[in-house]
């Protein structure tokens, strides 16, 4: 877009053109005002926009207006007739510009003639720079078609200075002896074109902010997202403060975002999501209907920023639904005044997993189940292993499937070698096998933006055809997006935007989600394909008592999993300015969304434990929908230097979801009769309706005073029907307090500090993120009684539930030094969450045993941080660097009874942050008998059978003996592990040459820790399977006594696989996110073609990754619930992404 139009719309802040002459009048009665203020009443009054050098005109003394209904033309040359200005008049706008030298008295000695080209990076043109004689008054500007000249003294050397709002100023020493044409090419001051931040209901100027709000927009965005299919994972390392999780890597896959901490424990699957609003549209991410984060399905190119809403005085205009931050996101329009731009765009990607783990080969296999049949058999021989604690399974039947043994004079058994028929000869990689090797993803951009005097338009599509890193797995989606705005007429508005979304996603895995645990778990020694050419069904070991035909995993990736995502986001407004200053806007908004999810599993796909498996079909279908409407009124004034500003607005929401989901079972074939019609069997596993209602009603008040004091207040209150009569409405206020000392008189002298303010707010905010109605009586179908169907009571109800309330907080500081060549911003927040929604304990005989209510409060404290610096800033370099770190604490303050689960019990603990484990700690490993003998005296003495277990031994872990008790119980245990990192942050560079670009960001996360589960379930030690590769040589054994884990014995009677701090690693990462490399064509090259711009472009995404994290990536978490946050089960990995893409604008 050019440059002019951008610095048009930042001008105005949003304001549209009312294609009205000058010849407006207006009245004013204006008391010793500056030229600021004048022009800035007139725009109230008219709309007029003005195009000026906002130092310039400050030099001007100030002056009186007092005009009853007369032109505005009339006006200003009035007032700058005794002036070095003038005013230039072209439709609505108007250029106030240095007289022309000719029109200065001159002096009878001879002149040098200098002129030329004033244009931007991009080729455009720029009318209205003024160009000046160097600590004089004197100058020009540019024309429109962006030439100048000055006539100037011969002989007298002079420096020429370059300006216009929103570039860097440019300078040239003129050494005026003869005329001399000198083209200028003039950057974006990203400074002075100070950006616009979208809040609720409304946008302000970043530099007035008095809450916390971080900001990304698309030219940021751009440098380390190209080739991107989705941005929801974009914002990682790039916001301060919001913590971005990939919680998988399959094509479409969402990211989790969280800022500032948990404020809700134990909500369902829709946990701690902040709140989405996407032009205007309004909408939380549906997880228990599997529906999609909105920013993973929107195209990266159609997104023009997104503004991260942070504190509560940020998010308390959002009331009941901003607990969790907000996250507004503004996709790109056409610009006023702009002729039609048509921009294509097309990426291939190739993708690869990050890492991938090294399954043991055949040999290592072989090695692996030696020592776990050694270690077993003598744990038998020390009776260690006895019928009563065999957790379940075989265990001679396995050891004979695998191996020869025979028994000593005293019965021990002896390990006579493996059997050479119970293993074949092949070398089987099943994750290379598994794996998609180069995964190919194809991106296609198209975009039709532009607009006239009184109207504005935009047309994107895109589409995405991607591979996923697996056999069977892709992903196509089509977006496209329509949006117009209009002035209608001088006082109407109108504008409407609508966004279209298809997903289809294929896979051959059993379920929604599959890692990559089979396909290590399984032995190598087998082929792929039989003889026949069949998928090789494997003779796995008796652990059931029988031979089992194992499905390998090529074969178990055979399902026909299919996934059909629809989303429809609409809305319009109506705007009508009743006056100067006050207008009013009406807007529905309207979001759908739609999936259809069907798996159908083959006998090909299938474990035959047995016989008499049957294909099966499940079939789930959902969809949900929005709509809200609102009503509002902006009511702006000036009264000298204090400007107010008025917000008051009602809305109506209105909620609706539904879910069915069907299961079938015995198909005739697999190919042909695989129609849900076809089965023998049909059972409906459920369905469920749900709506819900919120009416709202919301207010700001704003007051500014020259930029130097600020402050805010937002008020909502909203009605949800999701809590009983009498406790159905909430109420959210805020206030909010700027001071910028950089405008005071003790710090004018102070040149090196160009910004300083202080922001304070405090605000409350609720949260109506929880199931429909838990304050009435639910039913659950019970058991049949005498042939009847039965109900039995459900979730009891709860008619005094309230609103969870969260109060924070906030002080931050925002800073500019050196000609705004360092800048950043701290922030330090305290917030505070009061009865969080917990189970409560109810007495049994009522037929349930628990309902919900108010009882868990928490907190979080933390402290963000932003520093950020043009460390090159020259006409051919610039070198930008950002970097921002953020540190949350979390604790659960009280618990007040609430009832947990056993799943639960362990990591919601006062005093301790949400989501820990508790485990045992390992004091080493037992190496002899005796010291366990002599442990288990004691422990007997003291009341106990045992210290550990019956069968521990020598190899088995030691546990630690926390209370002292001679014995190892469930009190032994400790916090070992917290999900949630001491620090993350991110580090953004860009580095421009001429037109060659380099970016990179970089992602990093400190001091989390996870139990590697896989790990864990391995210590079973199962005869026939393979292990987790990190354990393999690890594992004690009377050769290797200095092992980090305990040995392996089958079925784990010792219980060396409990929790406990052996497992648990550090999740702590560095990732090089994202690194591009771009070149502009030059200009002079794209004219001839008639092209207006062209890059192209390479990069790469998560190429380098520092960790000690065993498993497939540290960003990897199993589930999105709080309590498994500290389990990591390698689920789909990420991709190692390489990309080259071209963009053309015409």
Known sequence: MKLFSIFMLVFTLGGFASGYSQKQVVTLNLKQCDVNTLLQEIWKQTGLRFVYNEQDVARLKRFDVNAQQKQVDEILDHIFKNTPYQCAYESDVIYITPRPVGDLPQVKQERVKLSGNIKDKNGNVLPGVTVFIGNSDIGTSSDINGNYQLAILKGNAVEIVYSFIGMKKVTYNFPATEDVRHNVVMEEDQVELQDVVVIGYGSKSARNLTSSVSSVKAKDLEKYANGATTFDNMPGGAVKGVLVNQNSGEPGAKATLNIRGITSPLKSQNNNEPLYVVDGVPFFVERSLNMLNPLSTL??????????????????????????????????????????????????????????????????????????????????????????????????????????????????MIFDGLKDEAFGEENTNWVDETNNKNALTHMYNLAIRGGGKLSNYSFSFNAIDQEGLFIND????????????????????????????????????????????????????????????????????????????????????????????????????????????????????ISMFQDQYSNYNPLVAQDDRGGGGMSTLQDDRSKAANTSINFRADYNFQIEDHYFSFMVGYGWDRSFSEYTSHYYMGFPDDEVLNNAGSATETHCIGDAKSKSALNSIYARASYNYLDKYLAEINFRSDASSKFGPGNQRGYFPSISLGWRMSSEN??????????????????????????????????????????????????????DIKWERTSEFNGGLDYAFFNHRLFGSIDGYYRYTKGALAPSPYPLESGSTSYTSNLIDLSNKGVEIEIGGDIIRTADWTWTSKFNIALNRNKIEKLNGAELSSNDVDTYIEGQPAGVLKGYIVEKIFQNDDEVVTLNKTAVARGANYYQEKSTGMGDFKYKDLDGNGYIDSKDREVIATPQPKFFGGFFNSVNYKNFNLSFVFQFSQGAKAAVYNMMSDMYGYIGNNIYPELYGKTWSPENPDARYARLVYTDPSKNSRFSDRYIYETSYLRLKNITFSYNLPQNFLKKINVQSAMLFVSGSNIWTVTQWPGIDPELISSFTTSQMTLNEDPYPLSKTFTLGVKVEF
Do not use: C
Not at 750 to 770: A, H, P
């Open 474 to 589: 892709d992903m196509q989606r089509y977006n496209s997006r329509l949006s117009f705005d209009s002035d209608v007429s001088k006082r109407f508005k109108v504008g409407a935007a609508l966004g279209y979304t298809m997903t289809k996603r294929h896979s051959g895995a059993a379920g929604e989600e599959m890692g990559i645990t089979r396909e290590w778990n399984v032995r190598p020694d087998v082929p792929v394909y039989d003889e026949t050419g069949e998928l090789y069904r494997i003779d796995g070991t008796p652990t059931w008592g029988f031979p089992v035909g194992l499905a390998n995993p090529v074969a178990n990736r055979q399902n026909k999993n299919k996934k059909e995502s629809y989303q429809f986001l609409g809305n319009s407004y109506l705007e009508y300015k009743i006056f100067n200053g006050l207008k009013i806007r009406g807007d529905i908004n």
């Open 746 to 799: 003790f710090m004018a002298d102070t040149e090196k500090v160009d910004d300083l303010k202080l922001r304070f707010s405090w605000g409350q905010t609720g949260s109506t993120n929880i199931d429909d109605f838990v304050y009435r009586q639910f039913y659950e179908k019970g058991n049949p009684y005498i042939g009847q169907s039965t109900l039995t009571p459900g979730l009891l109800p709860n008619p």
């Open 299 to 412: 195209s990266p190119n159609d997104i023009e920023s997104i503004d991260v809403l942070k504190d509560a005085a940020a998010t308390a205009i959002y009331g009941s639904r901003g607990a969790n931050g907000v996250v507004i996101i503004k996709t790109k329009d056409g610009h006023r005044n702009e002729q039609m731009k048509i921009s294509l765009g097309y990426t291939l990607s190739v993708g690869n997993q990050i890492k991938k783990f090294k399954p043991l080969n055949t040999t290592k296999f072989k090695n692996l189940q030696e020592l776990i049949i050694k270690n077993t058999l003598g744990a038998i021989n020390k009776a260690q292993i006895t019928d009563d604690n065999i957790i379940y399974g075989q265990i001679y039947p396995a050891i004979d499937y695998m191996a020869n043994t025979s028994y000593d004079n005293y019965g021990n």
